[in-house]
């Protein structure tokens, strides 16, 4: 080739051609490997976040607070329900005691 120096320029030319055109992909790719890097990073912390915030959900639910105000809301109901059958069952008794007072036909002794 030292002889021929037009195929040494072409050949020149041929390989700075297809640097030209190598190079900016090679760039490209490793803005695309750095992208794809934060990209694994950012979607592993939002995972995490979000099993964090199932877990403190979790969490918050066996909170006493939460236990003591559900467990009064459900005191209160059981008191109100009781409270309703006490009057039901004293509804029921006077009707039987007065059905009892007007059965009987005879004079008493």
């Known amino acids: 080739m030292r002889g021929d120096s037009k195929m040494l320029l072409h050949c020149l030319e041929m ?15 490793e803005e695309l490997k750095v992208k794809e890097e934060q990209l694994k990073s950012e979607l592993k912390q939002a995972t995490q976040n979000e099993h964090l915030e199932k877990e403190v959900a979790t969490l918050e639910w066996e909170r006493p607070d939460q236990y003591i105000y559900w467990k009064s809301r459900l005191r ?15 509804i029921v008794k006077d009707a039987f005691v007065r059905w009892k007072e007007r059965r009987r036909t005879h004079p008493l002794y």
Not at 76 to 90: F, G, N, P
């Open 15 to 29: 390989q700075q051609k297809f640097k030209d055109v190598i190079d900016p992909k090679e760039e490209k790719l």
């Open 76 to 90: 209160d109901c059981i008191y109100s329900i009781l409270a309703q059958m006490r009057v039901c069952w004293e």
